[in-house]
Antibody, heavy 124, light 107 residues
């Protein structure tokens, strides 16, 4: 069974840092493109960023609001993807989900499954 | 970035009703459109990908349609477990944007 388990959330002051982890099992992690999506309290879903598999270059892309402050990395030996969060702002308060990008023919993709999420609260 | 809109933002319906949610993209996205269901306190779950392909295990009362800029999610006969918020998401380009959601509750 494919499983994603996020951890590392908590309360942090504005300007602070936090590192989230997403531990994966039940699939070939090294081949997977991993994505982080967040959801502010009572709000909708926001794509945060993505890291490709190492065989596809291991590159990252980020949403504009987090670029330069949030960094995605991966450790294939530990089957874990990370989200390093620096210079945090109150508007970064959200549940952070990791998910796998699934591809279908003709270049499309979707996200499945999702972890249970981890809550980050940025507040003084 | 591609902007996604949904209508309505919320709706109230009864068990057995046919429900249709609309999603519109700010530019053509071909059929690169996915639908997710999210229940309170839970992670989203994919229902439909590629605009009309039902994810394995999803009940056949869910269906999707459309291409280009206009898409629909239809629940043919609403069941009590369908109380949830539904999001569309485009996979045409990065960033992979989501619609604002449609909350379905029961009359």
């Amino acid at each position: 069974e494919v499983q994603l388990v996020e951890s590392g959330g908590g309360l942090v002051k504005p300007g602070g840092s936090l590192r989230l982890s997403c531990a994966a099992s039940g699939f070939t992690f090294s081949n997977a493109w991993m994505t982080w999506v967040r959801q502010a309290p009572g709000k909708g879903l926001e794509w945060v960023g993505r890291i490709k598999s190492r065989s596809d270059g291991g590159t990252t892309d980020y949403a504009a609001p987090v670029k330069g402050r949030l960094t995605i990395s991966r450790d294939d030996s530990k089957k874990t993807v990370y989200l390093q969060m620096n210079s945090l702002k109150t508007e970064d308060t959200a549940v952070y989900y990791c998910t796998i990008r699934r591809d279908y023919g003709s270049g499309g993709n979707w996200f499945d499954p999702w972890g249970q999420g981890t809550l980050v609260i940025v507040s003084s | 970035d591609i902007q996604m809109t949904q209508s309505p933002s919320s709706l109230s319906a009864s068990v057995g009703d046919r429900v249709t949610i609309t999603c519109r993209a700010s530019q053509s996205i071909s059929s690169y459109l996915n639908w997710y269901q999210q229940k309170p306190g839970k992670a989203p779950k994919v229902l439909i990908y590629a605009a009309s392909t039902l994810q394995s295990g999803v009940p056949s009362r869910f269906s999707g349609g459309g291409s280009g800029t206009d898409f629909t999610l239809t629940i043919s006969s609403l069941q009590p477990e369908d109380f949830a918020t539904y999001y569309c998401q485009q996979s045409y380009s990065t960033p992979k944007t989501f619609g604002p959601g449609t909350k379905v509750d029961f009359k």
